[in-house]
T-cell receptor, first 111, second 113 residues
Framework: AQTVTQSQPEMSVQEAETVTLSCTYD???????LFWYKQPPSRQMILVIR??????QNATENRFSVNFQKAAKSFSLKISDSQLGDAAMYFC????????FGAGTRLTVKP | DADVTQTPRNRITKTGKRIMLECSQT?????MYWYRQDPGLGLRLIYY???????NKGEISDGYSVSRQAQAKFSLSLESAIPNQTALYFC????????????FGSGTRLTVV
Protein backbone atom coordinates (compact mmCIF):
# COMPACT_ATOMS: atom_id res chain seq x y z
CA ALA A 1 0.00 0.00 0.00
CA GLN A 2 1.13 3.50 -0.68
CA THR A 3 2.35 5.43 2.33
CA VAL A 4 2.96 9.12 2.85
CA THR A 5 5.37 10.40 5.49
CA GLN A 6 5.63 13.90 6.88
CA SER A 7 8.56 13.88 9.28
CA GLN A 8 8.00 17.34 10.77
CA PRO A 9 5.04 17.38 13.18
CA GLU A 10 5.56 21.12 13.79
CA MET A 11 7.35 23.95 12.05
CA SER A 12 7.55 27.66 12.67
CA VAL A 13 8.53 30.57 10.47
CA GLN A 14 8.91 34.28 10.88
CA GLU A 15 6.48 36.41 8.96
CA ALA A 16 7.86 37.29 5.49
CA GLU A 17 10.40 34.48 5.63
CA THR A 18 10.47 31.21 3.68
CA VAL A 19 9.71 27.76 5.05
CA THR A 20 9.86 24.29 3.51
CA LEU A 21 7.66 21.41 4.60
CA SER A 22 8.89 17.90 3.81
CA CYS A 23 7.01 14.92 2.44
CA THR A 24 8.10 11.52 1.19
CA TYR A 25 5.97 8.73 -0.19
CA ASP A 26 6.27 5.15 -1.21
CA UNK A 27 4.74 3.69 -4.35
CA UNK A 28 5.49 1.25 -7.13
CA UNK A 29 3.32 3.17 -9.58
CA UNK A 30 4.73 5.44 -12.24
CA UNK A 31 1.62 7.51 -12.86
CA UNK A 32 0.09 9.31 -9.89
CA UNK A 33 -0.65 12.72 -8.46
CA LEU A 34 0.55 14.55 -5.41
CA PHE A 35 -1.16 17.28 -3.44
CA TRP A 36 -0.68 19.65 -0.56
CA TYR A 37 -3.74 20.58 1.47
CA LYS A 38 -4.04 23.33 4.07
CA GLN A 39 -6.31 22.98 7.10
CA PRO A 40 -6.77 26.24 9.04
CA PRO A 41 -8.51 26.34 12.43
CA SER A 42 -11.84 26.43 10.58
CA ARG A 43 -10.93 22.76 9.75
CA GLN A 44 -11.84 23.17 6.10
CA MET A 45 -9.50 21.25 3.78
CA ILE A 46 -8.15 23.61 1.15
CA LEU A 47 -6.17 22.48 -1.87
CA VAL A 48 -2.89 24.41 -2.06
CA ILE A 49 -1.07 22.85 -4.98
CA ARG A 50 -0.95 19.70 -7.12
CA UNK A 51 1.75 17.92 -9.08
CA UNK A 52 1.48 15.33 -11.82
CA UNK A 53 4.15 12.65 -11.49
CA UNK A 54 4.81 12.56 -15.23
CA UNK A 55 5.73 16.25 -15.26
CA UNK A 56 9.30 17.11 -14.34
CA GLN A 57 8.51 20.79 -13.93
CA ASN A 58 7.74 21.76 -10.36
CA ALA A 59 4.28 23.22 -9.76
CA THR A 60 3.92 26.79 -8.54
CA GLU A 61 0.92 28.70 -7.22
CA ASN A 62 1.78 32.27 -6.25
CA ARG A 63 3.85 32.04 -3.02
CA PHE A 64 3.60 28.25 -2.92
CA SER A 65 5.91 25.97 -4.88
CA VAL A 66 6.99 22.37 -4.69
CA ASN A 67 10.26 20.53 -5.09
CA PHE A 68 9.30 17.23 -6.69
CA GLN A 69 12.00 14.59 -6.84
CA LYS A 70 10.42 11.52 -8.41
CA ALA A 71 13.36 9.18 -8.05
CA ALA A 72 13.73 10.07 -4.40
CA LYS A 73 9.93 10.00 -3.92
CA SER A 74 10.07 13.38 -2.30
CA PHE A 75 7.53 16.20 -2.56
CA SER A 76 8.30 19.24 -0.41
CA LEU A 77 6.28 22.44 -0.17
CA LYS A 78 7.97 25.82 -0.06
CA ILE A 79 6.06 28.82 1.22
CA SER A 80 7.68 32.15 0.39
CA ASP A 81 6.97 35.48 2.07
CA SER A 82 5.05 33.73 4.82
CA GLN A 83 1.92 35.45 6.07
CA LEU A 84 -0.01 35.12 9.30
CA GLY A 85 -2.84 33.52 7.35
CA ASP A 86 -0.55 30.68 6.34
CA ALA A 87 -0.68 29.29 9.87
CA ALA A 88 -2.43 25.93 9.60
CA MET A 89 -2.00 22.19 9.41
CA TYR A 90 -0.55 21.11 6.09
CA PHE A 91 -1.17 17.66 4.69
CA CYS A 92 0.72 16.00 1.89
CA UNK A 93 -1.33 13.52 -0.13
CA UNK A 94 -0.75 10.90 -2.81
CA UNK A 95 -3.43 9.81 -5.23
CA UNK A 96 -3.95 7.03 -7.72
CA UNK A 97 -7.43 5.54 -7.19
CA UNK A 98 -7.94 6.88 -3.71
CA UNK A 99 -5.99 9.44 -1.74
CA UNK A 100 -3.54 8.73 1.09
CA PHE A 101 -2.48 11.44 3.49
CA GLY A 102 0.52 12.09 5.65
CA ALA A 103 0.18 12.79 9.37
CA GLY A 104 0.41 16.54 8.82
CA THR A 105 2.72 19.41 9.78
CA ARG A 106 1.46 22.20 11.98
CA LEU A 107 2.88 25.51 10.77
CA THR A 108 3.10 28.48 13.09
CA VAL A 109 3.83 31.94 11.69
CA LYS A 110 5.44 34.39 14.09
CA PRO A 111 4.76 38.11 13.64
CA ASP B 1 -24.65 26.45 -0.45
CA ALA B 2 -21.52 24.37 0.01
CA ASP B 3 -20.58 21.86 -2.69
CA VAL B 4 -20.27 19.11 -0.08
CA THR B 5 -22.45 19.34 3.01
CA GLN B 6 -21.93 17.29 6.13
CA THR B 7 -24.38 17.05 8.99
CA PRO B 8 -24.13 17.39 11.89
CA ARG B 9 -21.16 19.72 12.29
CA ASN B 10 -20.57 18.56 15.86
CA ARG B 11 -22.04 15.70 17.83
CA ILE B 12 -21.61 14.23 21.27
CA THR B 13 -22.95 10.74 21.76
CA LYS B 14 -22.79 8.02 24.37
CA THR B 15 -20.97 4.74 24.16
CA GLY B 16 -23.12 2.06 22.57
CA LYS B 17 -25.38 4.42 20.69
CA ARG B 18 -25.95 4.17 16.96
CA ILE B 19 -25.13 7.32 15.06
CA MET B 20 -25.29 8.35 11.43
CA LEU B 21 -23.23 11.04 9.76
CA GLU B 22 -24.63 12.36 6.53
CA CYS B 23 -23.03 13.77 3.43
CA SER B 24 -24.61 15.29 0.36
CA GLN B 25 -23.01 16.91 -2.67
CA THR B 26 -23.95 19.13 -5.56
CA UNK B 27 -20.76 18.58 -7.55
CA UNK B 28 -22.23 15.79 -9.66
CA UNK B 29 -19.26 13.60 -8.77
CA UNK B 30 -19.59 9.85 -8.91
CA UNK B 31 -16.95 9.10 -6.28
CA MET B 32 -17.47 9.69 -2.59
CA TYR B 33 -15.28 8.97 0.41
CA TRP B 34 -15.33 8.94 4.19
CA TYR B 35 -12.18 9.71 6.15
CA ARG B 36 -11.43 10.17 9.81
CA GLN B 37 -8.78 12.54 11.12
CA ASP B 38 -6.89 11.93 14.33
CA PRO B 39 -4.01 13.99 15.72
CA GLY B 40 -0.69 12.61 14.58
CA LEU B 41 -2.31 10.20 12.13
CA GLY B 42 -3.61 12.45 9.41
CA LEU B 43 -6.67 11.38 7.44
CA ARG B 44 -7.41 7.70 7.06
CA LEU B 45 -9.86 6.18 4.61
CA ILE B 46 -12.88 4.42 6.08
CA TYR B 47 -15.06 3.64 3.05
CA TYR B 48 -15.38 4.78 -0.51
CA UNK B 49 -17.90 4.46 -3.30
CA UNK B 50 -17.33 4.90 -7.03
CA UNK B 51 -21.03 4.83 -7.85
CA UNK B 52 -24.37 3.96 -6.25
CA UNK B 53 -23.84 0.20 -6.59
CA UNK B 54 -20.18 0.22 -5.63
CA UNK B 55 -19.05 0.26 -1.98
CA ASN B 56 -15.50 -0.49 -0.88
CA LYS B 57 -13.77 -0.78 2.46
CA GLY B 58 -10.87 1.48 3.22
CA GLU B 59 -8.00 0.88 5.61
CA ILE B 60 -10.01 1.30 8.83
CA SER B 61 -13.58 0.12 8.15
CA ASP B 62 -14.11 -1.99 11.29
CA GLY B 63 -16.94 -0.61 13.40
CA TYR B 64 -18.37 1.45 10.54
CA SER B 65 -20.87 0.93 7.76
CA VAL B 66 -22.00 3.11 4.88
CA SER B 67 -24.95 3.61 2.60
CA ARG B 68 -24.96 5.25 -0.82
CA GLN B 69 -28.58 6.29 -1.11
CA ALA B 70 -28.14 8.23 -4.35
CA GLN B 71 -25.34 9.63 -6.44
CA ALA B 72 -25.39 12.72 -4.25
CA LYS B 73 -25.70 11.10 -0.82
CA PHE B 74 -23.32 8.96 1.17
CA SER B 75 -23.86 8.31 4.86
CA LEU B 76 -21.58 6.80 7.48
CA SER B 77 -22.94 4.84 10.43
CA LEU B 78 -21.39 3.81 13.70
CA GLU B 79 -23.53 0.88 14.81
CA SER B 80 -22.37 0.96 18.41
CA ALA B 81 -20.16 3.94 19.11
CA ILE B 82 -17.07 3.54 21.26
CA PRO B 83 -14.77 6.24 22.70
CA ASN B 84 -11.88 5.54 20.31
CA GLN B 85 -14.16 6.55 17.45
CA THR B 86 -13.93 10.10 18.75
CA ALA B 87 -12.47 11.97 15.79
CA LEU B 88 -13.05 14.50 13.05
CA TYR B 89 -14.85 12.88 10.12
CA PHE B 90 -14.65 14.14 6.57
CA CYS B 91 -16.71 13.35 3.54
CA UNK B 92 -15.09 14.03 0.18
CA UNK B 93 -16.04 13.73 -3.46
CA UNK B 94 -14.13 13.47 -6.70
CA UNK B 95 -14.55 13.11 -10.39
CA UNK B 96 -13.37 9.91 -12.13
CA UNK B 97 -10.31 11.82 -13.27
CA UNK B 98 -7.68 11.08 -10.64
CA UNK B 99 -5.59 14.07 -11.67
CA UNK B 100 -7.78 16.28 -9.56
CA UNK B 101 -7.98 16.51 -5.84
CA UNK B 102 -11.00 15.98 -3.69
CA UNK B 103 -13.73 18.38 -2.68
CA PHE B 104 -14.15 18.12 1.07
CA GLY B 105 -17.05 18.80 3.36
CA SER B 106 -16.47 20.91 6.44
CA GLY B 107 -16.20 17.90 8.71
CA THR B 108 -18.15 16.43 11.60
CA ARG B 109 -16.50 16.45 14.99
CA LEU B 110 -17.76 13.40 16.84
CA THR B 111 -17.18 12.84 20.52
CA VAL B 112 -18.13 9.51 22.09
CA VAL B 113 -18.38 9.65 25.88
Amino acid sequence: AQTVTQSQPEMSVQEAETVTLSCTYDTSESDYYLFWYKQPPSRQMILVIRQEAYKQQNATENRFSVNFQKAAKSFSLKISDSQLGDAAMYFCAYRDNDMRFGAGTRLTVKP
Amino acid sequence: DADVTQTPRNRITKTGKRIMLECSQTKGHDRMYWYRQDPGLGLRLIYYSFDVKDINKGEISDGYSVSRQAQAKFSLSLESAIPNQTALYFCATSDWDTSYGYTFGSGTRLTVV
